[in-house]
């Protein structure tokens, strides 16, 4: 089955440093998106790259990111919108039609791997949906709009929700356009799967596949760099622990 790459960069990047984009900002001396799109560029899996960016960077993306690093998969990019969901959309809306299966992925997540890829997949095409997630560490309460506690969720059934996100086309397809319909937005996509009664999969990742929100998220990318830490060393590990 086919499997294309939808890479969305579309953010402001409000919560990050004044100036660059987060998502071009450097590190190690590279792009973040960079970083990213290597790992999909040489996913044998991965057919070919749709990357959804903003309308104003189209132009500087085509220049400073897929003619300087030499990009050779990435078929089309793709205007953006308001929101995240809308920018997702327009990338799945432009998938050739033979495509079966796309693995949406968040640009500012650098530290995805080929392995976390494949098997998003491979999974995708057996159950239909799948997400990248990692079970939660700390305690999480529900509080009031006053600040008080209203309570405790046991963390034991909580995964805290990465990307890749990979499904097959069609389901995903249908689940954008009944959002819409809907006027739902939902936090990720695979939230409006959900939606359709659909059983969305859960598969374990790595707590290294961080996404770069703010400055501190970029002083932790620089430290697993310099470490040269395997990502997906963790599900590894928790799979020697069973």
């Not at 903003?54 to 953006?80: A, H, T, W």
């Amino acid at each position: 089955m086919k499997a294309d790459a939808v890479i969305v960069s579309a953010g402001k990047g409000h919560r990050f440093m004044e100036g660059m984009k987060k998502q071009f900002h450097l590190l190690a001396e590279k792009p973040i998106l960079a970083h990213t799109l290597d790992k999909f560029e040489i996913c044998p899996l991965i057919h070919s790259i749709l990357l959804v960016v903003s309308q104003e960077d189209m132009n500087f993306c085509l220049k400073e990111i897929i003619e300087k690093y030499n990009y050779r998969k990435i078929s089309r990019v793709v205007p953006g919108g308001k929101r995240r969901q809308e920018s997702v959309k327009n990338g799945i809306d432009a998938l050739p039609k033979d495509v079966d299966i796309v693995v949406i992925h968040d640009g500012v997540r650098p530290f995805v791997t080929r392995e976390m890829i494949e098997e998003s997949i491979h999974s995708a095409i057996r159950f239909g949906a799948v997400v990248i997630a990692m079970p939660v560490k700390e305690t999480i309460k529900v509080a009031r709009p006053d600040g008080t506690v209203l309570k405790t969720l046991d963390r034991k059934s909580l995964w805290q929700t990465q990307t890749p996100q990979t499904f097959q086309v069609n389901l995903v397809k249908e689940a954008h356009y009944k959002a819409i319909k809907d006027g739902f937005v939902g936090t990720d996509d695979a939230s409006l799967v959900e939606r359709l009664g659909m059983n969305v999969h859960i598969l374990p990742g790595s707590y290294t596949n961080i996404k770069i929100t703010t400055p501190e998220d970029l002083m932790l990318a620089n430290l697993f760099l310099q470490m040269k830490m395997e990502p997906f060393q963790d599900q590894a590990d928790r799979r020697g622990d069973r």
